[in-house]
């Protein structure tokens, strides 16, 4: 099979990067020219993000080249889209108790109010400063109707851990909290190409389903440590809606036993991970990873052309699709079955 | 499959309403894979 090499595109849109961190305090500079203390604490918000740096977060840069535009014209929508991300999570850490007032400098509640304004505020105001009168108007709606779609699918994380999970119940979640993000950098990306609605749609559709991958992909990263916080926290994903679907009404009972006793306890965290990263219940569901990687391969080749940013996005897809493959439990040692 | 198909499809799938197992098209691969030369190119595994 022949491999294309990426890196040539992968360095030109992460050399970017730092364009778009000073764009984005810039951003913040002009949306709160006045308020001294807000402008600070975002700025401190900026500076203490690390996962802004992430490539998949420049997703609306490569969308942007998949359009026909040089990238330098989406900076504006990549740095408006780190100014969101850094509240939201420093929102999601004060949520989860990973806040460290030491580290951000500043106490949880300042950073509440710093980060709410990075949801909306900031992003709103500063799309004035950076696109035509209709393009930032364009842009607002897309802020405006993602953040309302991220707000919902939160809160649909926010249920006790004493029921069952439903594929449908977490799907929609992660489409809304990082489905709609993603979507709408890449319809901003679009909109900023001038492409007609039909294509912007296909864009902000493709950025969905890919965040819905990025969300996957971040459910990895607990994976086998005690303090898995998706677990501890009984956050309803899709592989506890995969497993639910596959079980018998007994084996649901048994795990929603395990996922209740899994909130409190590091050691049951870890007979549930193993429960749910068994042979059987992986192979299932890393062949859905593979169906949403195959759903998006082929959106993205109806929505453009051959370039070297298609191809970088294809390789965003199957990157992404490889953190988010549960790695397939070593089946209990003999006498040593993990108890159901 | 149509493109707008295909988009109507996704957003059932994004809304729990179809399984993404039926919704996959008949996307042919184009026979390339795709590589980075660098290490850690993908980072952590960050939403």
């Known amino acids: 099979m022949q491999t294309i090499d990426v890196t040539p595109a992968f360095r030109d849109v992460s050399g970017m990067n730092p364009a778009v961190g000073i764009l984005a305090r810039q951003a913040v500079g002009l949306a709160c020219p006045a308020e001294e203390i807000l402008s600070w604490s975002v700025t401190r918000i900026l500076d203490r993000d690390q996962a802004g740096v992430s490539p998949f977060r420049l997703l609306a840069l490569v969308v942007a080249g998949g359009c026909g535009l040089r990238l330098e014209q989406a900076i504006p929508v990549a740095a408006i889209s780190r100014v969101w991300w850094a509240g939201v999570e420093t929102l999601d850490d004060i949520t989860d108790g990973e806040f460290d007032a030491a580290r951000m400098g500043m106490p949880a509640a300042q950073a509440m109010v710093a980060s709410t304004a990075c949801l909306s505020l900031i992003p709103q105001k500063a799309a004035q400063f950076y696109a035509t009168a209709r393009l930032a108007a364009a842009w607002a709606r897309e802020l405006t109707d993602s953040s309302l779609r991220c707000a919902d699918g939160q809160l649909r994380d926010l249920v006790p851990a004493n029921g069952t999970v439903s594929w449908q119940q977490a799907m929609r979640a992660y489409a809304g909290k990082t489905g709609a993000p993603y979507g709408r950098d890449a319809a901003m990306a679009a909109l900023t190409a001038g492409l007609p609605d039909d294509q912007v749609r296909g864009w902000r559709s493709f950025g969905a389903l890919f965040g819905v991958l990025r969300q996957l992909a971040n459910d990895r990263r607990g994976d086998g440590r005690a303090d898995d916080a998706d677990l501890a926290n009984g956050t309803p994903t899709l592989l506890l809606g995969h497993a639910f679907a596959q079980l018998t009404e007994p084996g649901q009972d048994r795990l929603t036993r395990l996922r209740q006793a899994a909130a409190l306890d590091p050691a049951q965290r870890q007979r549930l991970h193993a429960q749910l990263t068994g042979a059987d219940l992986a192979l299932g569901y890393n062949q859905r990873v593979d169906a949403i990687s195959g759903c998006l391969a082929a959106l993205l080749n109806r929505l453009t052309a051959v370039s070297r940013y298609r191809h970088l996005l294809h390789w965003m897809i199957t990157a992404s699709a490889d953190q988010a493959k549960v790695a397939p439990a070593e089946p209990p040692a003999a006498g040593k079955e993990v108890p159901a | ?47």
Do not use: F, H, K, R
Request: some cysteine; glycine content about 14%; aromatic content about 6%.
């Open chain 2, 1 to 47: 499959m149509e493109t707008a198909s295909l988009i109507d499809q996704i957003a059932a799938v994004l809304d729990g309403e179809s399984d993404i197992l039926d919704s996959v098209p008949d996307y042919v691969a184009d026979g390339a894979g795709y590589g980075i030369d660098l290490d850690g190119a993908a980072g952590g595994n960050y939403c």
